[in-house]
């Protein structure tokens, strides 16, 4: 009849157990960030009194996995960016040109002249002055092509050539611009990663989202403007030979050449080769100094082979102009004094201190391979944070005793078994949120409310039903069975149907919406759980030791 | 003596005024559908692009003030909102400022952002911005998108799973009374001109995962009841139906409803909007479920002689073993 097997009774309730002691850190949640924190440091191989005082702060049997505070409770900043990919392939066409020159130069009796022709910049056309030699130029540029590794497994060659009349179209494949994607993304992924782990933030999130995006969650930073200065820029570094200083933007440099804009004097534009001496990739450290009269500059140094190339041009050329040249901008055009043999030296330019910290920085995280685009920026002040959850709390406690007291009022002491079986789902949303990880934000405690609100539903329509089963069942014992026999459809059914739409909000939405769904999620699951079980298992136990003749629901 | 919400044993004919309550609810989704044509959403920068700030100034907010030093900067369209809380300290005054998106600009500017806050410091050098948002066109393009699809999707996957569990006129009932709560929900955003964003989605979702919550409540009974008294007709069965459940329909709406109650005074301004959108769809949904979707399982009429196959509804799970 009417109980439950004891096998059953402890599963059910070593559930509730476990559950709350995943939940329990978060009751303590400075104490175990400390912790956690000091821990993490620990694990690096630091040592230190202080540390081990904080890491004592929480005993290390129990759980000290934290639910995680959203942007939107924590403060920080949130940027979505996109990898401006076309510039890769631009660059690598760009590249790609003078192999095509050369080759076709090697048959000029068939193809004749080679000339380039203006196009956008993710192809490259070539004209050719022997129309009869198109089919040959064209089988010369297929024989350019080299494979792609792709996944499929297909045979595919990086590029794809077209030929009308006499102009040649080279344009990347699709296999090509899809291993460059994700070359691309993956690279750039990891000098975002280096840079913000420079400035030394805690717990950045850093993400890949579809195909050319990146997200960048960091806490506790004031404004997203200190990120997007972090991340804005490419920081290209080359050292160019410079030819020439001229005043008009429009000069035209010649082959080979470049133009490029001065930093800090304005209308001045420097005429330099286009292939660079070293680069910055080739750099192996790049910090803080200062120069003679005392003013920031970022002191480097080259790795070796770049260190004896970079000797060799400045023996060469005592005497000549180098540039600087960062982001397409020259920061500095000195002149070479004397042969540097050892890779090192310093760059100034009209720095101040912060400047020359974070162009080192960029020096030492590498340049990134494409530009990025700020698709979204937001930024949410730690008060504004702190002041949502303190609102939150607050709610979350009188919605609580409400709903509390209703309870009672309405059901007696089946309401005080439904109380305490909602105090217990809210301990296991916290213990299941921490389990996984999740994060809560502002839309997340509002689910939780709301979760507070609709998981004592299930304990309703038990009650009601035990209700209407007592007008008609044999005793008090029989009408709570079958008040939970013909409840349980209804409960499945309903609950199953809000749960199919938190899983759509999860997968569809982004940021503070999947946080509400989450919470949602697991508040369905938590509130069938305490209501079929919990709830049931505190009538049973109770109606065993009682034995009542007549209840009242 | 228990609280009752419900009387016991109501027999309260809900259908005989049928007429009056669908022709109300269909008057209502026409102004819901004009008032959208006509003034539309208020869009938060999620779906239309832009920049949000949250200013925070000891002096209270001067709205005409804060309009003459952003005009100077020449951005277009800048509307400025105060914002009232309990919860703000005394000489607290917040403002939202929002900045359109500027013309044929992908990406977002910081420059502009820092721009308007040098501004609004000349009114206050204290002044402190606790948060400032800003979402490209494209980005709030694809979310708009998004969103659509995301309530799309939630709506088939609802009536399909009814279809499945049910017949397929309750797939229909259910579904056209959430489709109801979304119209009105979405319609009472327009006429009161509320912001209207990413997180009002979620409540939107919600309002459909609520209300067909309640509706299936409703119609697990009605198929218990159609089980069981074989010759009652259909009316009577969804009468009796109703009834039986409404005690639990107003209970639970109750406590939910305190709940929101809760949050929406003391929750802050920041989700006081979305908090709204779930007050509204409760009222809502409890009131389609019952008026609504029964109205219309009313009109296409049951099948019922699917009891052969399926004697025992309520044993469709098994027994919980006790």
Redesign the interface.
Same mark, same amino acid.
């Given at each position: 009849?009417?109980?439950?097997?004891f096998p059953?009774l402890l599963m059910i309730w070593l559930t509730v157990i476990v559950g709350l002691t995943f939940a329990m850190p978060n009751a303590f949640y400075g104490r175990v960030e400390t912790h956690n924190d000091a821990m993490a440091l620990i694990e690096t191989g630091q040592t230190s009194a202080a540390l081990e005082a904080d890491a004592a702060q929480w005993p290390d049997f129990l759980p000290s996995s934290l639910v995680n505070l959203g942007l939107?409770l924590r403060g920080g900043a949130h940027l979505?960016v996109?990898v401006q990919v076309e510039d890769v392939y631009a660059s690598f066409l760009e590249g790609f040109w003078p192999s095509v020159r050369d080759a076709l130069a090697a048959e000029r009796d068939t193809v004749g002249f080679v000339t380039r022709e203006d196009s956008i910049p993710t192809e490259l056309r070539v004209r050719i002055s022997e129309p009869v030699g198109a089919d040959r130029a064209f089988q010369i540029v297929r024989g350019l092509a080299s494979p792609v590794a792709s996944f499929t497994g297909a045979a595919a060659t990086n590029i794809d050539v077209g030929i009308n009349g006499p102009i040649l179209t080279i344009t990347l494949s699709e296999a090509e611009m899809a291993a460059m994607n994700e070359r691309t993304i993956l690279q750039t992924l990891e000098i975002i990663r280096r840079r913000i782990d420079e400035v030394g933030t805690r717990e950045p999130t850093i993400q890949r989202q579809g195909s050319d995006r990146i997200l960048v969650q960091v806490p506790g930073v004031g404004?997203?403007?200190e990120i997007?200065e972090l991340l804005?820029t490419t920081a290209q570094l080359t050292f160019n030979p410079v030819l020439g200083r001229t005043g008009e933007a429009d000069a035209s440099p010649g082959t080979g050449n470049i133009l490029v804009p001065s930093l800090d004097e304005p209308n001045v534009f420097y005429i330099l080769e286009r292939r660079p001496v070293v680069t910055g990739e080739d750099l192996e450290n790049a910090q803080l100094d200062f120069d003679q009269n005392g003013r920031p500059a970022v002191a480097f140094r080259f790795n070796t082979s770049a260190a004896r190339e970079f000797g060799d041009y400045t023996l060469e050329n005592i005497g000549s102009p180098f540039a600087i040249v960062l982001d397409d901008q020259v920061i500095s055009a000195p002149t070479i004094q004397s042969h540097i043999p050892g890779g090192s030296g310093i760059i100034t330019g009209n720095f101040t201190v912060e400047e020359a910290t974070n162009l080192a920085v960029l020096l030492r995280a590498g340049a990134l391979p494409a530009e990025l685009?700020?698709?979204?920026?937001?930024?949410?002040?730690p008060?504004?944070g702190a002041?949502?959850i303190a609102? $939150?709390q607050?709610?979350?406690i009188?919605?609580g005793i409400?709903?509390l007291v #209703?309870?009672v009022?309405? #059901?007696?002491l089946f309401g005080v078994f439904a109380n305490i079986a909602l105090i217990i789902n809210v301990g296991l949303i916290f213990g299941l949120l921490s389990i996984v990880g999740a994060t809560l934000t502002?839309?997340g405690?509002?689910g939780i409310?709301?979760t507070? $609100?609709?998981a004592?539903?299930a304990n309703?329509?038990v009650f %009601?039903r035990i209700?209407?089963e007592l007008k008609t069942a044999k005793g008090p014992a029989r009408a709570i069975?079958l008040g #939970?026999?013909?409840a349980?459809?209804?409960i499945?059914?309903?609950?199953?149907?809000?749960f199919?739409?938190?899983v759509?909000?999860f997968t569809? $939405?982004?940021g503070?919406?999947s946080g509400?769904?989450v919470t949602?999620g697991f508040g369905i699951m938590t509130s069938v759980f305490t209501a079929?079980f919990v709830t049931?298992s505190l009538i049973?136990i109770w109606f065993s030791r009682a034995r009542p003749k007549t209840i %009242?629901v | 003596m +228990?609280?009752?919400l419900v009387r016991e044993n109501t027999s309260i004919d809900f259908f005989s005024r049928a007429r009056i309550w669908l022709g109300l609810s269909m008057v209502a989704m026409v102004i819901a559908f004009v008032s959208f044509l006509i003034q539309g959403l208020n869009y938060g920068i999620d779906f239309q692009g832009g920049t949000s700030i949250?200013t925070d100034s000891a002096i209270p907010v001067d709205v005409a003030e804060y309009r003459t030093v952003l005009e100077a900067l020449e951005l277009g369209d800048v509307s400025i909102a105060t914002v009232d809380d309990p919860?703000f300290d005394e000489d607290q005054y917040v403002a939202l400022v929002r900045v359109q998106a500027q013309e044929g600009d992908?990406?977002?500017a910081?420059e502009t952002?820092?721009s308007i806050q040098t501004a609004l410091r000349t009114i206050d050098p204290g002044m402190?911005?606790?948060?400032?948002?800003?979402?490209?066109p494209?980005?709030s393009g694809e979310l708009i998108q998004? @969103?659509i =699809? /995301?309530v799309g999707? @939630?709506v088939i996957?609802?009536l399909l799973? =009814?279809w499945m569990?049910f017949e397929w006129q309750f797939a229909v009932g259910a579904v056209l009374a959430l489709s109801h709560d979304v119209i009105l929900t979405i319609g009472i955003f327009s006429e009161l001109q509320i912001k209207f964003d990413? /997180?009002i989605?979620?409540a939107l979702?919600?309002i459909? &995962?609520?209300s067909?919550?309640?509706t299936?409540?409703v119609f697990? +009974?009605v198929r218990?009841n159609l089980r069981k008294y074989k010759k009652k007709d259909l009316k009577e069965v969804l009468n009796l139906s109703i009834n039986?459940?409404l005690?639990?329909t107003l209970?639970?709406s109750?406590?939910?409803?305190? /709940?929101?109650?809760?949050?929406f =005074?003391? &929750? &802050?301004d920041?989700?006081r909007g979305?908090?709204f959108a779930?007050m509204w769809g409760v009222l809502i949904g409890t009131y389609s479920s019952i008026f609504v979707a029964s109205t219309i399982l009313l009109v296409l009429g049951v099948k019922r002689d699917w009891s052969k196959k399926d004697p025992s /509804? &309520?044993?469709?799970?098994g027994?919980?073993?006790?």
């Open positions: 009849m009417l109980n439950i097997s059953k939107d979505l996109e404004s997203a403007n997007i804005g685009t700020f698709l979204e920026e937001r930024t949410i002040g008060e504004l002041d949502s609102a $939150g607050i709610a979350c009188v919605a409400a709903i #209703y309870m009022l309405s #059901y007696g502002l839309p405690i509002a409310v709301l507070i $609100g609709m004592v539903d309703v329509i %009601e209700r209407e069975e #939970y026999e013909k349980l459809s209804s499945i059914d309903a609950n199953i149907t809000t199919i739409t938190a759509i909000l569809m $939405g982004s503070p919406v509400f769904a949602l079929i049931r049973v %009242e | +228990r609280l009752r949250r919860l992908e990406r977002i910081s952002i820092e402190t911005f606790p948060s400032v948002e800003s979402v490209g494209k980005v998004t @969103a =699809i /995301a999707l @939630a996957a609802i799973y =009814i569990r990413l /997180a989605i979620a979702l919600t459909v &995962g609520y067909i919550n309640d299936v409540i697990d +009974r218990e039986e459940t005690s639990r209970m639970t109750v406590t939910t409803m305190l /709940a929101l109650l809760a949050l =005074i003391l &929750g &802050g920041v989700i979305f908090v779930m /509804a &309520g044993t469709k799970y027994h919980i073993e006790t």
